[in-house]
């Protein structure tokens, strides 16, 4: 492991010769040593009041750092390691956790120690106004009340202050003990505190816990160490203002699904208190008025008369009340089968039954078996109207949503029992809507018959909108009048992709959102935003046909988190991509305006979608282009702009690129796009190789930041352009059928294009791909020899064995996607034979005559394993130079890092052997034997 250690240090590129006096040292190319330290801008929350921003600057390997600013760029605060930070309501002050150190977790990892003797978090509270920094140690989680500034954490008790050391014997359910193990097995210690001021309130043993909204009380569950008779297991509710503490619940056991209502009045969770040895422990659900009774109130128990026999509320559903605090929704479930616990487990056969009945295939069922078994039915229950119960869901009717006014009498329940078969080769499953009562359990039909349609539930639960596939509309259905209607039928443009070349639907551009009071529905088309009024069908274009006449893609999201709906005086800020330049920009309109949106900005950079304080009008966000990180800015027009952070400095120190569009016309008499990137100490009068990496279309990637970064086994553009390569990225349209024979018309034709250019070395030409990608590259190099080196990462190359195939990380069959979707071939196998056959590189495998490196990984979820085999073995029959790698226990893309970085350095090393000549390394030279696996990878350069 050493050896391999040392040589990652050097493989860094050789030193260039001393400059003469006076000149500028030549810029570095990038290698291998840089990529840990490049860094990102991640987590950015503005504070409500708008005066104060905090994000954190991230590294990709080691320790990050967050920083708390004044939105004018004053520092109030660097914290070396803060993580998950939040501003209290008030705006007052930030919350934030400190992640250990990264070589104290690396070196207790590689010490194997135990999880309970890993580095440990910790918790920061930062006053803003005087930078005051308050530090807890060991904390496992914290929550902040979303209206007050209250903090509650779990994690054994702080030594800060004298003053959170003054707390009364009834502060706590029992004294602090030494016994820390024990408690961390039963809990942990609860700290509740009020950040302006006052004593900290402290309970032992604490195995989870919930602040109310208004941070008013918080309940938390309590579960007595093994032997300690002075704690007392149950639920607890503490409310803050009169330091009140009771036991609502009493008893060992589990309670979960703690749920405050809106107005920090009412609680509710459900819990199970059966002996531990019990074989069925079913839950019960309870209630309690926060300012009331000493004892929970039994709202419903195993075995109730509304419930269905057998049937009883569920630990793993979720428990929410309406917005006015009058409804309580929950989960119910069939009480658990309870195991046969006289079965001697090797006398009995393992074994999974496939039968073609079923209505999901078998790898489904055990991919979402978790998830089955903690399967709920929503049901609604009135507390403070007699308990009154109804059962919204149920086996037929089993997937539901409610309104974001949770007050909305109706939820929409979307079901596609007995459709489930046919997903197997389409994809996809034909869905009926309901509208199903809270007071009465009346379900209303949406669509009675079964179609292809995307369904979802107004804010206020006025309308049921949704997209119809077949007759490729937007439609809504009033909830009152029980009248549907056209949404989008006169607006004359369609309303899904235009530019669809799948043999399937086109996909809806979307819904970007609601108006106000469910008073209108902003949908997209390609370019232009259109407002439609789901009540009456009337449509008007909202961005006045600009996007359209000029090629302008209007986006829009809500920009403050938690935002519903649009305010009817709102400014909207439309992020906008020009469909010629690529360039990205924002323009703005007001919802109430008739008039076109207003250009803010547009040119030769990519923006992220706008963050926005909650009560002032402050944007942040983040701007990049091919030269500049995505550093993060503050400003309240997008024209006056304060830049925040500066990341990655070093990059001055290295051979950058830079990025420019092309264009060509195929043999087909297509108009084609690509990018081309170049070194940044690119000479005309040079010859460069250049490598060709391509996927579908990302030339809309022209202005993005490529950070240089071990690849999950992409191209990383930023390492080959620095080191003197072109790269080539052109967009591919596909022929429905011809799905390789589209490949080679956009690529091949945009290679010939670019080699008319002195500058590419047409001798020394590479490809690489990844997945849909690998495909294509082994399609390609059966079609022609001018490819000099190949890579295909995760390639199918025989769509007929790959056809019936299951994709593991779903459990869903490959049909679908060769007759509907990616693989374009628009039939079955048996239909279309000749196709599956003409586009399986496979069966053209003896043409080959570039050398082709193919990654196959034995955990791939989405491409066969088998697939990657079947090239190479049958490549390696032909005589042909192949090789496989094969990542253990990796997925279709890389995700350890350490094999990022191991594939990242063997790509490099074949395209510099093919591309540029220089020595092969032993990997690709010799190979290396199993027996010198895990010790010898083959990097250093071969010795002939």
């Given at each position: 492991?050493?050896?391999?250690?040392?040589?990652?240090?050097?493989?860094?590129?050789?030193?260039?010769?001393?400059?003469?006096?006076?000149?500028?040292?030549?810029?570095?190319?990038?290698?291998?040593?840089?990529?840990?330290?490049?860094?990102?801008v991640?987590?950015?929350?503005l504070?409500?009041?708008?005066?104060y921003?905090?994000?954190?600057?991230?590294?990709?390997?080691?320790?990050?750092?967050?920083?708390?600013?004044?939105?004018?760029?004053?520092?109030?605060?660097?914290?070396?390691?803060?993580?998950?930070?939040?501003?209290?309501?008030?705006?007052?002050?930030?919350?934030?956790?400190?992640?250990?150190?990264?070589?104290?977790?690396r070196?207790?990892?590689i010490?194997?120690?135990?999880?309970?003797?890993?580095?440990?978090?910790?918790?920061?509270?930062?006053?803003l106004?005087?930078g005051?920094?308050?530090?807890?140690?060991?904390?496992?989680?914290?929550?902040?009340?979303?209206?007050?500034?209250?903090?509650?954490?779990?994690?054994?008790?702080?030594?800060?202050?004298?003053?959170?050391?003054?707390?009364?014997?009834?502060?706590?359910?029992?004294?602090?003990?030494?016994?820390?193990?024990?408690?961390?097995?039963?809990?942990a210690?609860?700290?509740?505190?009020?950040?302006t001021?006052?004593?900290?309130?402290?309970f032992?043993?604490?195995?989870?816990?919930q602040?109310?909204?208004?941070?008013?009380?918080v309940?938390?569950?309590?579960?007595?160490?093994?032997?300690?008779?002075?704690?007392?297991?149950?639920?607890?509710?503490?409310?803050?203002a009169?330091g009140?503490?009771?036991?609502?619940?009493?008893?060992?056991?589990?309670?979960?699904?703690?749920?405050?209502?809106?107005?920090?009045?009412?609680?509710?969770?459900?819990?199970?208190?059966?002996?531990?040895?019990?074989?069925?422990?079913?839950?019960?659900?309870?209630?309690?008025?926060?300012?009331?009774?000493?004892?929970?109130?039994?709202?419903?128990?195993?075995?109730a008369s509304v419930?269905?026999?057998g049937?009883?509320p569920?630990?793993?559903g979720?428990?929410?009340?309406?917005?006015n605090?009058?409804?309580?929704?929950?989960?119910?479930?069939?009480?658990?089968?309870?195991?046969?616990?006289?079965l001697?487990?090797?006398?009995h056969?393992?074994?999974?039954?496939?039968?073609?009945?079923?209505?999901?295939l078998?790898?489904?069922?055990?991919?979402?078996?978790?998830?089955?078994?903690?399967?709920?039915?929503?049901?609604?229950?009135?507390?403070?109207a007699?308990?009154?119960?109804?059962?919204?869901?149920?086996?037929?009717?089993?997937?539901?949503?409610?309104?974001?006014?949770?007050?909305?009498?109706?939820?929409?329940?979307?079901?596609?029992?007995?459709?489930?078969?046919?997903?197997?080769?389409?994809?996809?499953?034909?869905?009926?809507?309901?509208?199903?009562?809270?007071?009465?359990?009346?379900?209303?039909?949406?669509?009675?018959?079964?179609?292809?349609?995307?369904?979802?539930?107004?804010?206020?639960?006025?309308?049921?909108?949704?997209?119809?596939?077949?007759?490729?509309?937007?439609?809504?259905?009033?909830?009152?009048?029980?009248?549907?209607?056209?949404?989008?039928?006169?607006?004359?443009?369609?309303?899904?992709?235009?530019?669809?070349?799948?043999p399937?639907?086109?996909q809806?551009?979307?819904?970007?959102?609601?108006?106000?009071?469910?008073?209108?529905?902003?949908?997209?088309?390609?370019?232009?935003?259109?407002?439609?009024?789901?009540?009456?069908?009337?449509?008007?274009?909202?961005?006045?046909?600009?996007?359209?006449?000029?090629?302008?893609?209007?986006?829009?999201?809500?920009?403050?988190?938690?935002?519903?709906?649009?305010?009817?005086?709102?400014?909207?800020?439309?992020?906008?991509?020009?469909?010629?330049?690529?360039?990205?920009?924002?323009?703005?309109?007001?919802?109430?305006?008739?008039?076109?949106?207003?250009?803010?900005?547009?040119?030769?950079?990519?923006?992220?979608?706008?963050?926005?304080?909650k009560?002032?009008?402050?944007?942040?966000?983040?701007?990049?282009?091919?030269?500049?990180?995505?550093?993060?800015?503050?400003?309240?027009?997008?024209?006056?702009?304060?830049?925040?952070?500066?990341?990655?400095?070093?990059?001055?120190?290295?051979?950058?690129?830079?990025?420019?569009?092309?264009h060509?016309?195929?043999?087909?008499?297509?108009?084609?796009?690509?990018?081309?990137?170049?070194?940044?100490?690119?000479?005309?009068?040079?010859?460069?190789?250049?490598?060709v990496?391509?996927?579908?279309?990302?030339?809309?990637?022209?202005?993005?930041?490529?950070?240089?970064?071990p690849t999950?086994?992409?191209?990383?553009?930023?390492?080959?352009?620095?080191?003197?390569?072109?790269?080539?990225?052109?967009?591919?349209s596909?022929?429905?059928?011809?799905?390789?024979?589209?490949?080679?018309?956009f690529?091949?034709?945009g290679?010939?294009?670019?080699k008319?250019?002195?500058?590419?070395?047409g001798?020394?030409?590479?490809?690489?791909g990844?997945?849909?990608?690998?495909?294509?590259?082994?399609?390609?190099?059966?079609?022609?020899?001018?490819?000099?080196?190949?890579?295909?990462?995760?390639?199918?190359?025989?769509?007929?064995?790959?056809?019936?195939?299951?994709?593991?990380?779903?459990?869903?069959?490959?049909?679908?996607?060769?007759?509907?979707?990616?693989?374009?071939?628009?039939?079955?196998?048996?239909e279309?034979?000749?196709?599956?056959?003409?586009?399986?590189?496979?069966?053209?495998?003896?043409?080959?005559?570039?050398?082709?490196?193919?990654?196959?990984?034995?955990?791939?979820?989405?491409?066969?394993?088998?697939?990657?085999?079947?090239?190479?073995?049958?490549?390696?029959?032909?005589?042909?130079?192949?090789?496989?790698?094969?990542?253990?226990?990796?997925?279709?893309?890389?995700?350890?890092?350490?094999?990022?970085?191991?594939?990242?350095?063997?790509?490099?090393?074949?395209?510099?052997?093919?591309?540029?000549?220089?020595?092969?390394?032993?990997w690709l030279?010799?190979?290396?034997?199993?027996?010198?696996?895990?010790?010898?990878?083959?990097?250093?350069?071969?010795?002939?």
């Amino acid at each position: 492991m050493l050896k391999y250690l040392l040589l990652l240090a050097g493989l860094a590129s050789l030193p260039a010769s001393l400059p003469a006096l006076g000149q500028q040292a030549p810029k570095k190319p990038l290698d291998h040593t840089v990529y840990d330290q490049w860094q990102s801008v991640a987590n950015q929350h503005l504070s409500a009041n708008g005066q104060y921003v905090l994000y954190q600057v991230k590294p990709q390997q080691g320790d990050g750092v967050l920083y708390i600013k004044t939105t004018g760029g004053r520092l109030v605060r660097q914290v070396p390691r803060g993580d998950s930070a939040q501003f209290s309501a008030d705006s007052r002050y930030a919350v934030f956790s400190i992640k250990p150190r990264y070589q104290d977790v690396r070196q207790a990892r590689i010490k194997k120690k135990k999880p309970d003797q890993m580095p440990k978090d910790s918790l920061g509270v930062l006053a803003l106004a005087t930078g005051q920094l308050t530090k807890y140690a060991n904390v496992k989680s914290f929550q902040l009340a979303e209206e007050a500034p209250v903090l509650a954490f779990l994690g054994p008790k702080p030594a800060v202050k004298d003053s959170l050391k003054k707390a009364a014997p009834v502060d706590t359910v029992k004294k602090i003990t030494d016994k820390l193990l024990e408690v961390k097995k039963e809990g942990a210690l609860l700290t509740v505190l009020r950040l302006t001021g006052g004593p900290a309130r402290t309970f032992e043993a604490v195995t989870d816990y919930q602040l109310s909204k208004p941070g008013n009380a918080v309940a938390f569950a309590v579960a007595a160490p093994r032997g300690d008779k002075a704690t007392k297991s149950g639920l607890f509710v503490l409310e803050l203002a009169s330091g009140r503490l009771r036991r609502v619940s009493a008893g060992k056991g589990v309670y979960k699904n703690l749920a405050f209502d809106d107005a920090g009045q009412q609680l509710a969770f459900t819990a199970e208190k059966f002996p531990e040895k019990a074989l069925v422990k079913p839950f019960s659900l309870y209630y309690a008025a926060v300012a009331g009774a000493d004892s929970a109130r039994l709202l419903l128990a195993p075995g109730a008369s509304v419930l269905k026999r057998g049937w009883s509320p569920s630990g793993f559903g979720k428990v929410a009340f309406s917005d006015n605090g009058e409804k309580l929704f929950f989960g119910t479930a069939p009480d658990p089968v309870p195991q046969d616990t006289t079965l001697v487990d090797f006398e009995h056969a393992k074994l999974d039954i496939w039968n073609y009945k079923d209505d999901y295939l078998q790898p489904m069922q055990l991919k979402t078996l978790k998830k089955d078994l903690q399967r709920n039915y929503l049901a609604v229950i009135y507390p403070r109207a007699g308990g009154k119960f109804v059962q919204l869901e149920d086996e037929y009717l089993r997937d539901s949503f409610v309104a974001e006014q949770r007050d909305a009498e109706y939820v929409l329940a979307v079901t596609d029992t007995a459709k489930r078969v046919a997903m197997q080769w389409q994809g996809n499953t034909l869905k009926q809507a309901y509208l199903v009562s809270t007071r009465t359990g009346e379900r209303i039909a949406i669509n009675p018959k079964a179609a292809k349609s995307r369904f979802q539930l107004s804010p206020q639960g006025r309308y049921v909108v949704w997209y119809d596939y077949e007759q490729k509309n937007w439609f809504s259905f009033d909830v009152a009048t029980r009248k549907t209607t056209n949404l989008t039928a006169k607006t004359g443009v369609a309303m899904a992709d235009e530019e669809n070349d799948s043999p399937d639907d086109p996909q809806p551009y979307g819904v970007a959102a609601w108006t106000k009071n469910d008073e209108a529905l902003l949908v997209y088309d390609r370019y232009d935003i259109w407002k439609l009024n789901p009540r009456t069908g009337a449509a008007t274009n909202f961005t006045a046909g600009l996007g359209r006449r000029q090629r302008l893609r209007f986006r829009y999201e809500l920009p403050i988190p938690k935002q519903k709906f649009i305010e009817p005086k709102a400014e909207l800020w439309l992020l906008t991509q020009a469909d010629s330049t690529k360039q990205w920009g924002y323009y703005k309109k007001s919802l109430a305006s008739a008039q076109a949106p207003q250009r803010v900005a547009l040119g030769p950079v990519s923006y992220s979608p706008l963050l926005q304080a909650k009560h002032a009008p402050v944007f942040a966000y983040t701007k990049q282009s091919v030269q500049a990180p995505p550093d993060l800015y503050v400003s309240r027009d997008l024209v006056h702009e304060t830049r925040l952070s500066s990341i990655n400095p070093q990059q001055k120190d290295y051979n950058w690129f830079t990025a420019e569009l092309v264009h060509w016309t195929t043999p087909r008499g297509h108009a084609a796009t690509g990018i081309l990137y170049k070194p940044e100490n690119f000479d005309p009068a040079k010859k460069y190789p250049m490598v060709v990496y391509f996927y579908e279309k990302l030339s809309e990637n022209l202005y993005h930041y490529n950070a240089p970064a071990p690849t999950p086994s992409r191209l990383d553009l930023a390492l080959f352009a620095s080191n003197g390569y072109l790269v080539f990225t052109p967009d591919i349209s596909y022929t429905i059928g011809e799905p390789g024979p589209s490949a080679v018309d956009f690529i091949n034709s945009g290679v010939e294009s670019l080699k008319k250019n002195a500058w590419v070395d047409g001798a020394h030409i590479g490809l690489q791909g990844q997945s849909w990608g690998g495909y294509q590259v082994a399609y390609l190099i059966t079609q022609t020899p001018m490819y000099a080196a190949a890579w295909a990462g995760a390639p199918v190359v025989n769509m007929t064995s790959a056809y019936g195939g299951i994709r593991w990380e779903s459990g869903m069959s490959r049909q679908f996607q060769y007759e509907h979707t990616q693989s374009r071939i628009g039939g079955t196998l048996w239909e279309k034979p000749d196709l599956y056959i003409r586009n399986s590189p496979l069966f053209s495998l003896p043409k080959v005559q570039t050398p082709v490196v193919i990654m196959a990984n034995d955990a791939d979820g989405a491409v066969p394993w088998y697939q990657g085999i079947e090239m190479f073995t049958d490549l390696r029959r032909l005589g042909k130079p192949v090789w496989l790698l094969q990542y253990n226990g990796e997925a279709h893309n890389l995700v350890k890092r350490e094999n990022r970085k191991d594939i990242s350095i063997r790509e490099l090393q074949f395209f510099d052997h093919y591309l540029k000549g220089a020595p092969a390394p032993v990997w690709l030279d010799k190979g290396v034997p199993a027996v010198e696996k895990g010790r010898n990878w083959g990097l250093e350069v071969s010795s002939k």
